[in-house]
């Protein structure tokens, strides 16, 4: 990630000059202690199965990852070329860190690993994603998910 | 809608849970985020704090990587559009068998597969383009532009796999240098790059200016 301070004056004031939401000092959501909560993780990255059909640009969609499918069959197919991919080339948990999340279970961290992960790609405007984020997040609920990684690329 | 809680990272783009083959640093990462589900007084961003282990997988990530691979400095004329394609052709068998290595130390997986084409398809479907740029699109669905780019990124990972059959520790930076100044498969997709800006179709243009090249890579074009 990278500090305002260090972004070109362009670029900075795309970010910041967003429509955005303002919380002011909303509480978060409430639920239960990190050790009882099914978690799954979200990416940005535009991964998907190599079956899948690939990542088309403004659209919003996003792709499903069994928990238990094989990571290293997942291929990307988001159109940026200004982020890394030498991480994701050779450790998927970068991007996607499904053994981590395992690890974590087994060792009492969290409660439980949702059975499907999720790929949307990050370069797609946001209320292009409306309706299917919603659409998610009652798939997510219907799974019991109640806590989600989300992980930006 | 409720805030959301964020953690920032001092990892560079591409990288949210930090350096690969560094579980620990990543199971640090992923655990201080999912602790600030346990708080609800958002919005909340905090920061990471790096850890010693942290500061040691860096200094690992610093070793030199070198290219396995001799390929001969590219040529900047591909105006001759026969002898490019044997060329390209031949800078591919050349890597088969860093990319055959490659596949086998990891154990099966595939960077490449976008597409079903061959890299050797794949450079006579990009030369194509560069003989004539009005082609219609050789994907189906998918219009002309997003096709060139698919077909860009599958060659472009199969020359980064061929890279990476070298055990060691890569940057995107280094692996980028290789590939867009050493490689004639980069000199071709800066060549695209440029057909597509200049081209009479916007979305062309558009694609043009953000998907073959990166930006820490324009110092090549």
Known sequence: MVYFSEMPEKQRSMIVDQDLPDYKNTPCVEGPSLSKRKISIITTAGLHKKDDEIFTPGVGEYRIIPDDMNIKDLIMSHVSTNFDRTGFFQDLNVMLPVDRLNELQVAGKIGEVAKYHYSFMGATPPMAQEAVSKDLAEVLKADGVNGVVLAGV | MRPPRALFVPFELGRPFGPPNKPEIQRQVLIEALTLLERRDGPIIEDFVTHSIYHKGIEEENEGWTCPINLAKPTNDLTDTQKLSFDLKQEVILLQPWYKRSIESSKGRRL??????????????????????????????????????????????????????????????????????????????????????????????????????????????
């Open chain 2, 112 to 221: 490449d597969g976008l597409t079903t084409y061959s890299p050797e398809e794949i450079i006579d479907l990009l030369v194509s383009f560069i003989e004539n740029p009005d082609i219609i699109s050789f994907i189906p669905n998918q219009p002309i532009g997003r096709a060139l780019k698919i077909i860009s990124d599958d060659l472009k990972n199969f020359y980064f796999q061929s890279a990476m059959a070298k055990p060691k520790n890569i940057s995107d930076v280094k692996l980028g240098n290789w590939f867009y100044g050493d490689t004639l498969a980069g000199k071709l997709l800066i060549e695209i790059r440029a057909i597509c800006l200049a081209h009479s179709n916007e979305s062309l243009q558009l694609i043009g200016r953000t998907n073959f090249v990166p930006n820490a890579m324009l110092k090549y074009v």
